[in-house]
């Protein structure tokens, strides 16, 4: 059974950080693409940033680039998101994906989970 079990998220102030972490089984993780994605509010679901297998690849979303760092413990089965300079713009629920089935930055992950919200007041 595959669980996707994020974490990390909560209330921040602007300019702050945070450091989720997705907690990964039931699949082989060292070989699966794993991204993260986040709805805001009244908006459509959107890519952040997405790591290869290895952690030697990694790709961003023009909106995050420079301020959040995507990597993976294989050892661990875990994927983080470390996220420097909070905005408010920032706040939604993430989602952490594993398995991409075509183009990173789209949602054509075979599993997802539950989300984890992150809130970032100004």
């Given at each position: 059974?595959v669980?996707l079990?994020?974490s990390?998220?909560?209330?921040?102030?602007?300019?702050g950080?945070?450091?989720?972490?997705?907690?990964?089984?039931?699949?082989t993780?060292d070989?699966?693409i794993m991204?993260?994605?986040r709805r805001?509010?009244?908006k459509?679901?959107e890519?952040?940033?997405a790591?290869s297998g290895?952690?030697y690849?990694?790709?961003?979303?023009?909106?995050v680039?420079?301020?959040?760092?995507?990597?993976?413990?294989n050892r661990?089965n875990?994927?983080?998101?470390?996220?420097?300079?909070?905005k408010p713009?920032?706040?939604?629920?993430?989602y952490?994906?594993?398995?991409?089935?075509?183009?990173w930055?789209s949602?054509?992950?075979?599993?997802?989970?539950?989300?984890?919200?992150v809130?970032?007041?100004?």
């Amino acid at each position: 059974q595959v669980q996707l079990v994020e974490s990390g998220g909560e209330l921040v102030q602007a300019g702050g950080s945070l450091r989720l972490s997705c907690a990964a089984s039931g699949f082989t993780f060292d070989i699966s693409i794993m991204g993260w994605f986040r709805r805001a509010p009244g908006k459509e679901r959107e890519f952040v940033a997405a790591i290869s297998g290895s952690g030697y690849s990694t790709s961003y979303a023009d909106s995050v680039k420079g301020r959040f760092t995507v990597d993976r413990d294989n050892r661990r089965n875990t994927v983080y998101l470390q996220m420097n300079s909070l905005k408010p713009e920032d706040t939604a629920v993430y989602y952490c994906a594993a398995n991409a089935l075509g183009r990173w930055n789209s949602d054509s992950y075979r599993y997802w989970g539950q989300g984890t919200q992150v809130t970032v007041s100004s």
